[in-house]
């Protein structure tokens, strides 16, 4: 024997014989007290947690502007010994903007990496592939130190020793049609010296630490 279908129950809280109901009412007091209550949690969460993750991703998505700015003119420079150039990274923040880059000519004897061979100069970031404190070039051991935490890198901005996870990043170069040196963006360079977007100090990018620490969206070489 077919079984009899369920009539409709009716969206009347007095027909449904809730005890409290009201005529003609379809939500229980109860039920639109506790979603009330609910949706206002939710609306103070949101008023906390948005502004939050706005404030903690929206730099990762911010359009990193190129700039061009002048080192000096070509004879500042030399082919063994890095010339220490103030130059402004980040506009706008005043002197908090500004960093120390290392810079000499192209030595074809010294960089012979294949990534280097269209690079008029050669210009290095101060600061440190570990936690990025400032490294200083000392001429008479040819190498850069960290004296924070003891990372040392070679001429060519290798990791030679300490607990950096990668060489110093580098700079694009370029001569400009004054016959002035100019240092454009930043890129970050593996343990071979090939060429990668940004990473922050800490992030290794040999093997598959390229992909454990891609670089933002935002950021180009």
């Given at each position: 024997m077919a079984s009899q279908p369920k009539s409709?129950?009716?969206?009347?809280?007095?027909?449904?014989?809730?005890?409290?109901?009201?005529?003609?009412?379809?939500?229980?007091?109860?039920?639109?007290?506790?979603?009330?209550?609910?949706?206002?949690?939710?609306?103070?969460?949101?008023?906390?947690?948005?502004?939050?993750?706005?404030?903690?991703?929206?730099?990762?998505?911010?359009?990193?502007?190129?700039?061009?700015?002048?080192?000096?003119?070509?004879?500042?420079?030399?082919?063994?010994?890095?010339?220490?150039?103030?130059?402004?990274?980040?506009?706008?923040?005043g002197e908090i903007g500004r960093t120390t880059i290392y810079v000499r000519k192209h030595n074809d004897k010294i960089d012979t990496d294949k990534y280097d061979e269209n690079t008029p100069y050669i210009a290095i970031t101060s600061r440190c592939a570990h936690l990025g404190c400032s490294v200083r070039w000392v001429d008479a051991a040819k190498r850069f130190i960290c004296p924070c935490h003891g990372g040392v890198y070679n001429l060519l901005g290798e990791r030679v020793a300490g607990p950096p996870v990668r060489p110093l990043d580098r700079f694009f170069t370029r001569v400009n049609k004054e016959g002035l040196v100019e240092i454009g963006p930043r890129f970050s360079v593996n343990s071979e010296l090939r060429r990668f977007s940004p990473r922050d100090p800490g992030e290794p990018i040999d093997g598959i630490g390229q992909y454990l620490y891609p670089s933002r969206p935002s950021v180009r070489i």
């Open positions: 409709p129950q009716s969206r009347y809280t007095a027909d449904r014989l809730i005890p409290g109901a009201f005529e003609g009412e379809t939500v229980t007091r109860r039920r639109f007290m506790t979603g009330t209550a609910h949706a206002a949690g939710a609306i103070a969460a949101a008023s906390f947690v948005l502004p939050t993750l706005a404030f903690a991703i929206g730099p990762i998505f911010k359009e990193t502007e190129h700039r061009w700015e002048v080192a000096g003119p070509q004879d500042l420079f030399n082919e063994y010994n890095y010339v220490p150039v103030d130059v402004t990274v980040t506009p706008g923040i």
